[in-house]
């Protein structure tokens, strides 16, 4: 049971939101709306990731900066605060997050992780597709294409320039 002295101390609290995709930045956005209490946005990483226009970023259609944009750009005058790090552990009794060595205590705490890349059992993907999620990835894949058509370009046998000109997506 929590004492009273608790809970007005917990009223100065942030709520954190752990994750800054989808979820995690418009749950920050809409919260910012209904609470006047701090807010704290974490993510491991710098952007966040438009992910339905990965695809146009490797096709070249679109320049990086649209479909990732900073943190720290986008919650500009919102009043969330922006925290980069890796969430190493979260204490829900003490209601504490942990990162990069600090503490953050929190009011509310809302996970918005995402997922991880799923293979669905499909023999040999894990072992040699390119997963397609993150800005990374469509550089690594891009950079994959590329070095293959090239290598085919020079390749005289034409099963193995076929072989290195075939794809198959999962
Ligand atoms: C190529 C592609 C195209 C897609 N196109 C569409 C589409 O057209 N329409 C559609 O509806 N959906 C689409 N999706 C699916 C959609 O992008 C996902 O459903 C959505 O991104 C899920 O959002 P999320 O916030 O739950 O998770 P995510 O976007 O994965 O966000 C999770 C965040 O948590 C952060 N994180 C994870 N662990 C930690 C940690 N320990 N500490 C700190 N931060 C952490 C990650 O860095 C990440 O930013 C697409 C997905 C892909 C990959």
Same mark, same amino acid.
């Given at each position: 049971?929590?004492?009273?002295?608790? &809970?007005? &101390?917990?009223?100065?609290?942030?709520?954190?939101?752990?994750?800054? *995709?989808?979820?995690? #930045?418009?749950?920050?956005? %809409?919260?910012?709306?209904? %609470?006047?209490?701090?807010?704290?946005?974490?993510?491991?990483?710098? !952007?966040?990731?438009?992910?339905? #226009?990965?695809?146009?970023?490797?096709?070249?259609?679109?320049? #990086?900066?649209?479909? !990732?944009? @900073?943190?720290? @750009?986008?919650? %500009?005058?919102?009043? $969330?605060?922006?925290?980069?790090?890796?969430?190493?552990?979260?204490? /829900?009794?003490?209601?504490?997050?942990?990162?990069? *060595?600090?503490?953050?205590?929190?009011?509310? /705490?809302?996970?918005?992780?995402?997922?991880?890349?799923?293979?669905?059992?499909?023999?040999?993907?894990?072992?040699?597709?390119?997963?397609?999620?993150?800005?990374?990835?469509?550089?690594?894949?891009?950079?994959?294409?590329?070095?293959?058509?090239? $290598?085919?370009?020079? &390749?005289?046998?034409?099963?193995?320039?076929?072989?290195?000109?075939?794809?198959?997506?999962?």
């Amino acid at each position: 049971m929590r004492s009273p002295t608790e &809970t007005e &101390t917990d009223d100065n609290l942030p709520i954190v939101i752990v994750g800054g *995709g989808f979820a995690g #930045l418009f749950a920050a956005l %809409h919260l910012r709306d209904l %609470h006047s209490g701090p807010i704290i946005l974490i993510d491991q990483t710098w !952007c966040f990731v438009f992910k339905p #226009l990965l695809y146009e970023l490797l096709s070249s259609e679109v320049k #990086l900066e649209l479909i !990732c944009p @900073r943190y720290d @750009r986008l919650l %500009h005058n919102t009043g $969330i605060t922006f925290v980069l790090g890796t969430v190493e552990a979260i204490d /829900l009794d003490q209601k504490q997050v942990k990162l990069n *060595g600090l503490t953050y205590s929190y009011r509310y /705490l809302v996970l918005a992780l995402g997922s991880t890349t799923s293979y669905f059992g499909i023999p040999g993907a894990k072992e040699h597709a390119l997963s397609f999620r993150t800005g990374y990835d469509v550089f690594a894949l891009g950079q994959h294409l590329r070095n293959r058509l090239q $290598i085919a370009t020079q &390749t005289e046998d034409m099963e193995e320039r076929r072989a290195m000109l075939t794809v198959a997506i999962g």
